[in-house]
């Protein structure tokens, strides 16, 4: 199938802005989503971005999609400690019936 | 709390079993998806059903099956497990079947683990 990736791990200070990147494949992707997933707990969507927007931002959220060179960069302002968890960056299309096609995801640790 | 509920939480079986995972999606919804996350694999989506019927397909094993009922709740059926089988399995269910934004809401998971 069509690839997402993503670095694997993130730290940063507390205060300090988050950027986690991923890149993907499939041309046709429809919508990019970040979700949160935190120890033990499921998914929680944090914000999604339709493939004809450039930036979304959301709080303190911010989405940036290049789609040229097929990349999705989430910035989180102030990070702070409960922030720590990991973040999934994932897309869908058509092709796939709109099911989501994940990358493996970015552990953030937030230092105090 | 997303509104997806699933049970068991926890599984312990061993290699050659079967086993079947439930979930309930949210009120109103009419699709649930099941994914898979494993260590090696990560965040895999295996189907989709919609209001019963089949609707997208990804890395499911002829070994699983799955299937949605008339109250559309969704079972997870899981043959003849191996070792590799050992995972975390999310259910998600959305309002529609996709062609819009179509966000998915996930279940809290079912941790199996195949001795």
């Known amino acids: 199938g069509e690839d997402v990736e993503q670095s694997l791990f993130l730290s940063v200070r507390e205060g300090d802005s988050s950027v986690i990147n991923c890149t993907y494949t499939?041309?046709?992707?429809?919508?990019l989503y970040w979700y949160k997933q935190e120890p033990g707990a499921g998914l929680q969507l944090l914000t999604y971005i339709f493939s004809n927007m450039d930036m979304k931002q959301d709080q303190r959220l911010t989405v940036l999609l290049n789609k040229k060179d097929k990349h999705l960069s989430l910035r989180i302002a102030d990070t702070q400690t409960g922030d720590s968890a990991i973040y999934f960056c994932?897309?869908?299309?058509?092709?796939?019936?709109?099911?989501?096609?994940f990358g493996k995801g970015t552990s953030l640790l937030v230092t105090p | 709390d997303s509104g997806v509920t699933q049970t068991p939480k926890h599984l312990i079986t061993a290699t050659g079993q079967r086993v079947t995972l439930r979930c309930s999606p949210r009120s109103g919804d009419l699709s649930v998806y099941w994914y898979q996350q494993s260590l090696d694999q990560g965040l895999q989506f295996l189907i989709q059903?919609?209001?019963?019927?089949?609707?997208a397909k990804g890395n499911i094993l002829e070994r699983f099956s799955a299937q949605q009922f008339p109250d559309l709740h969704s079972e997870l059926n899981l043959s003849s497990l191996e070792l590799g089988d050992s995972a975390l399995y999310f259910c998600a269910s959305s309002v529609g079947q996709g062609g819009s934004y179509n966000e998915q809401f996930f279940g809290p998971g079912t941790r199996l683990t195949v001795l």
């Open positions: 499939d041309s046709s992707s429809t919508y």
């Open positions: 994932a897309e869908s299309s058509l092709g796939s019936g709109y099911a989501l096609n």
């Open positions: 059903y919609y209001n019963g019927e089949e609707r």
